[in-house]
């Protein structure tokens, strides 16, 4: 099943360069993205209504895009305008429109109906520009589905096991402190303190022998993680246990992720990392983010093969534990957007804790 209203990322801006037509899939529906005269982007269903060519094969004229098997053209708005050797075009020849929103870096496409789409309700993040920040991006494309991506970000349990040597390194606090869970629209933000952690390399000077991590991220359907790390004096997570504390951090850092599902076997994960401009310099940059990227390769070797683990033997029940608890009350809000607005998908057997 597939949840069709909500904004799915599509991908970085930057990959959409203008003169050429590009080919995505999300929820398992084909999308053909191209940018008309004035750089604007539009997203059409990327098939042609009359023998089903990708439109991602066509050619861009003007701000239509015209089919390259047999020449039907289309108007930005989805509907064929052009039949080559007949004067009549049914009003059935169109081709699904898909509203696009391009906010900080990321193209949103609402996959649902398009009277619903709210841009106001596309999740905010930051832009990889934002000269407040020093960013830098990349995306993986993962063998499994998108929900056991986002269990993996909803359980930070993880760092302190399958990334012993990257970002969990001398932090077993991540699997022993449990995090505050509140409730977002479509979503929850989690947070917590790790306490006396000791930061390593240029951590260190910036940051001490001995500091409080103020750790909390936002996580909003689809698989939208925005995270932000806040490293304070040792004794910070004394005065202020439940809040982000109102002094500015010794070291800032910032994590924003999406998770697109492609389909019930293949998901498209976008990253990117870095600090507040202030506290890294791009060679810094190039090393926290090396980190991060090895990190990323252990949650995909691990979710990959747990993917073929499941499939293995879609009805063997899970056994749910503690750290379970904030992917299980994001799976709870999945089944009723689900309830509420599911389209059909195959392969989703065995995809959770039968308990849960
Ligand atoms: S399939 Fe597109 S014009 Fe025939
Ligand atoms: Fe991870």
């Known amino acids: 099943m597939w949840v069709r209203n909500a904004w799915y990322v599509a991908g970085w801006s930057n990959e959409f360069d203008a003169g050429r037509v590009h080919a995505r899939t999300i929820i398992d529906q084909p999308v053909a993205l191209y940018r008309t005269g ?16 990708p439109l991602s094969m066509g050619r861009i004229e003007g701000d239509d895009l015209r089919c390259m098997y047999h020449g039907l ?30 906010r900080g870096s990321w193209v949103w496409l609402w996959m649902g109906d398009p009277a619903a789409a709210d841009p106001q309700a596309v999740p905010p993040s930051l832009a990889l520009d934002d000269p407040a920040y020093r960013l830098k991006a990349g995306h993986l494309d993962y063998t499994a589905h998108y929900l056991l991506i986002d269990d993996n970000l909803l359980d930070l349990t993880h760092l302190s096991f399958a990334h012993e040597n990257t970002l969990g390194q001398d932090m077993p606090q991540w699997a022993d402190e449990r995090p505050r869970m509140l409730p977002l629209e479509r979503g929850l933000r989690v947070q917590r303190w790790i306490r006396n952690h000791r930061p390593r390399g240029f951590m260190r000077k910036k940051a001490g ?31 202020s246990p439940n809040a982000e504390p109102p002094e500015p951090p010794l070291f800032y850092r910032v994590d924003e992720q999406a998770v697109t599902p492609i389909s019930a076997r293949a998901s498209r994960y976008f990253y990117a990392a870095g600090a507040r401009s202030e506290d890294i310099d791009p060679e810094r940059l190039d090393r926290l983010f090396a980190v991060t990227q090895t990190a990323f390769g252990e949650d995909k070797a691990l979710i990959e093969a747990q993917q073929k683990m499941i499939d293995l033997d879609p ?11 904030g992917p299980t009350r994001f799976r709870n ?23 849960l």
């Open 73 to 102: 053209k289309f108007a930005p708005d989805g509907r064929c305008i052009e039949i080559p050797g007949q004067k009549l075009i049914p009003q059935s020849a169109c081709v699904r429109r898909y509203p696009v929103e391009v």
């Open 315 to 325: 009805d063997r029940r899970m056994i749910p534990t503690n750290s379970d608890a």
């Open 209 to 239: 022998d001995c500091a409080d991590v103020w750790n909390s991220y936002d996580f909003v359907f689809p698989g939208l993680f925005l995270q932000r790390t806040g490293f304070y004096p040792a004794g910070t997570a004394e005065r």
């Open 333 to 355: 809000l999945v089944d009723q957007l689900l309830a509420t607005d599911g389209t059909p998908s195959s392969g989703t057997a065995g995809l959770r804790p039968a308990s």
């Open 38 to 53: 004035d750089g604007k982007l539009i997203a059409l269903e990327d098939r042609c209504c009359h023998r089903f060519a």
